[in-house]
């Protein structure tokens, strides 16, 4: 084993380069609560073992890089050292073992190995037991993978040198932090180098070190909560509806969302900023809803308060981030599922049915433009509440489906263009009532574009298409 100490941030950064032996040894395993499901499938068993059987013959293979948040014990050797990034590999290597131990030990010739598995069985046991997995796309992997590794070990081309191989010359190298947002840091840092990284993971590791020391305890939980969503569920909010709702709302721009915009989202952490007259009414309205939530009376009434977030609100670093996008993630869920639109009269539900039926929606243009209607119904909602819904679902139809009526082909350009021209956006920012909006004048459009039928009719009948 080689170790190092690095650098990072305010703390050291153990680093070590150990065989796949020592790593399967090591005291304290953990996989958190808020890792991802196991996602493996017999495409990454398959490329790992022919990765194993073209590099047999060299002195040492890597199989890449495990990062740990340690934390219990101020030992070096002990403590609880959660996978922060590793686990499909880790837990691949597990199943391995396991295979090994009861599929193979017993046709094996050489002792020593036989000695060494028997090891491996009393050191790996306590690490199978202790995982138990809620998630059934877990569950279901590691039991295909499982098989899989089975298959191939069974093999007569797998070979003793094989499993000597993989146990002492594959290696890994291994980084541990003590601090849970440093963790997250370095392993952003490093999937960088690898690939490029979702502005919305930049966030992440971003908004982690941003939280205040009195929210330490939440930090786990908070990060379990955003790795429950999926990458791309996290990558549409953002690029979608948050990124646009906030640009267009400003008059500018919001084709794509890329890492130079992740300063978007990024605003004033309220235990460090100054005491700016405007940074006052967010600090009173974070440490009320705190103090509400935690009062003895919550015992008794069970009721709870959210944060009242608003879509173009200053950005508020740490656990409100996170808060945030979650409170969002339920809002764009609930307007697709129709959840608060029983109320509606005819004509906007007649609106919302044809939106999501009617032929030629999946065209690039037409999914702009829905995008473009989506994000003005949301902002609107968010301000406003559920006051005059059906009249808010009509304006909104009327002005982005406007573009798709007047223009035979749309584009981002197109949409930028168009929403830049008659802001919306910028009347539901100034709007002071509902009706600031909702009275606001649209005209009669020309219809160039024939192929959307269901629309064009819409138009006509509400007197709207010249």
């Known amino acids: 084993m080689t170790a190092a100490v690095e650098s990072v941030g305010p703390q050291p950064l153990q680093r070590n380069v150990i065989s796949v032996r020592q790593l399967l040894g090591l005291v304290g395993l953990a996989i958190p609560l808020y890792q991802r499901p196991y996602r ?8 790992l073992f022919a990765d194993i059987a073209v590099n047999k013959d060299k002195p040492s293979y890597r199989l890449g890089t495990i990062v740990f948040h340690r934390h219990g014990a101020r030992d070096s050797e002990a403590g609880v050292r959660d996978i922060v990034d590793g686990q499909q590999r880790t837990l691949t290597l597990l199943l391995t073992v396991r295979a090994l131990l009861e599929k193979k030990r ?16 009393r050191e790996t046991a306590a690490k199978l037991e202790s995982l138990r997995f809620k998630s059934e ?11 899989e590794i089975v298959r191939i070990i069974e093999a007569q081309e797998f070979t003793e040198e094989h499993i000597t191989f993989l146990l002492h010359r594959c290696e890994v190298v291994t980084f541990t932090l003590e601090d849970l947002s440093e963790a997250f840091q370095f392993f952003d840092s490093q999937n960088a180098r ?18 205040s020391e009195s ?12 790795e429950s969503s999926e990458t791309a569920e996290l990558a549409e909010l953002f690029a979608q509806y948050l990124y646009r709702i906030r640009n267009w709302s400003r008059g500018e721009q919001a084709r794509y969302f890329g890492k130079e915009d992740a300063g978007l989202f990024k605003g004033v952490n309220l235990e460090s900023s100054a005491r700016f007259p405007y940074v006052q009414p967010l600090r009173m309205a974070h440490c009320f809803v705190d103090e509400y939530q935690r009062h003895y009376s919550r ?30 993630q339920r809002k764009v869920a609930a307007m697709r599922e129709g959840a608060g639109d029983h109320k509606l009269e005819e004509r906007a539900e007649r609106i919302l049915k044809e939106l999501d039926r ?16 989506d994000c003005l119904l949301l902002y609107y909602r968010d301000k406003f509440g559920n006051v005059e819904p059906s009249r808010a679902v009509e304006k909104c139809f009327l002005w982005a489906y ?48 024939e192929n959307a039928v269901a629309i064009k009719e819409l138009f006509r009948e509400m007197n709207y298409a010249e």
């Open 299 to 328: 015992k008794v009434d069970r009721s709870a308060m959210a944060f009242p977030f608003q879509l173009d609100q200053i950005i508020l670093n740490g656990r409100r981030f996170f808060e945030m996008t979650a409170h969002y």
């Open 137 to 147: 796309v877990s569950k279901a992997n590691l039991r295909q993978n499982y098989e």
């Open 106 to 121: 017993a046709k094996l010739a050489g002792e020593e190995l036989k000695k060494e598995l028997a090891a491996l069985e």
């Open 40 to 47: 493996w499938t017999g495409k990454n068993i398959q490329q």
């Open 215 to 226: 929210d330490e305890a939440l930090k786990a939980e908070t990060v379990a909560q955003w």
């Open 358 to 373: 009617y032929e030629g929606r999946h065209r690039t243009g037409d999914r702009y433009v829905r995008t473009m209607f």
């Open 402 to 449: 406007g573009l798709r009526l007047t223009q035979t082909r749309v584009m981002l350009a197109s949409m930028d263009k168009y929403v830049q021209g008659t802001n919306l956006f910028r009347v539901v920012k100034d709007a002071i009532r509902p009706s600031d909006f909702l009275h606001f004048p649209l005209p009669k459009v020309g219809v160039k574009f």
């Open 194 to 211: 690898g690939r490029d990284l979702e502005p919305h993971d930049l966030l992440k590791a971003y908004h982690l070190r941003e939280f």
